[in-house]
């Protein structure tokens, strides 16, 4: 049973629009989400991260909303970029350090120009 | 310092092998990850760490050994490997304290099994 879902495999965006990636979880024990940008063949780097007592965090062209009661959250980059061109996936964990994160499925992201 | 070093990058091995992936980090992080990856899927935990301690193995085969030696490495020796055993070996390591904080990962190191 997948704990936390993005639903849409790929996205395709123009340079300089709003690009909006979906994230959904089941587990209402979860109080830490967080995205990560991966490119092929290596580590996913951290994006930008939330805890449950906020419903936004913003940083650059980053902001991530969480919606608790519809167990929702979605990552705005804005202004997209061709470098954002990347697999984001979303992740979530039930503590501070010792829960591993729960990952989703990833969604591709293609920023054209 | 927020790097997490992988190695090696690529490492192919046959069935009758054995092999060590490497995984060091400086950051004074007490929970440390292995963590497989297939083409095209999310990353799949293997083995939890947490100081030094293995605390989760999630139903990995024993051909897959965890070693933790001290705080800032962990090891993954490999033993009779089999081909659908090649994949993106990623580590990660996680401050342990009371505000929830952000994993940082490794580069990953690409494995196959011939």
């Known amino acids: 049973d997948q704990q936390v879902k993005q639903n849409s495999p790929s996205l395709s965006v123009q340079e300089g629009r709003i690009s909006i990636l979906n994230c959904d979880y089941t587990?209402?024990?979860?109080?830490?989400f967080l995205w990560y940008k991966k490119y092929p063949a290596e580590g996913p780097t951290f994006l930008i991260s939330?805890?449950?007592?906020?419903d936004k965090n913003e940083d650059g062209r980053f902001t991530v909303f969480l919606n608790k009661s519809a167990k929702h959250l979605s990552l705005h980059i804005v202004p997209s970029q061709p470098g954002d061109s990347a697999v984001y996936f979303c992740?979530?964990?039930?503590?501070?350090?010792?829960?591993?994160?729960?990952f989703g499925k990833g969604t591709r992201l293609s920023v054209i120009a | 310092d927020t790097e997490v070093t992988q190695t090696p990058k690529h490492l192919v091995m046959g069935m009758t092998n054995k092999k060590s992936l490497k995984c060091e980090q400086h950051?004074?992080?007490?929970?440390m990850y292995w963590y497989k990856q297939k083409a095209k899927k999310p990353p799949e935990l293997m083995f939890v760490?947490?100081?030094?301690?293995?605390?989760i193995n999630e139903s990995v085969p024993s051909r897959f050994s965890p070693e933790c030696p001290n705080s800032s490495l962990l090891n993954l020796h490999l033993h009779a490997l089999q081909p659908e055993d090649s994949a993106l070996y990623l580590c990660?390591?996680?401050?342990?304290?009371?505000?929830?904080?952000?994993?940082?990962f490794g580069q990953g190191t690409r494995l196959t099994v011939v």
């Open positions: 950051m004074g992080h007490r929970a």
């Open positions: 587990n209402s024990m979860f109080d830490y």
């Open positions: 990660a390591s996680r401050r342990q304290a009371l505000m929830n904080t952000e994993a940082f």
């Open positions: 992740a979530a964990s039930e503590d501070s350090g010792n829960t591993p994160l729960v």
């Open positions: 760490y947490s100081y030094e301690k293995l605390s």
């Open positions: 939330i805890s449950s007592i906020k």
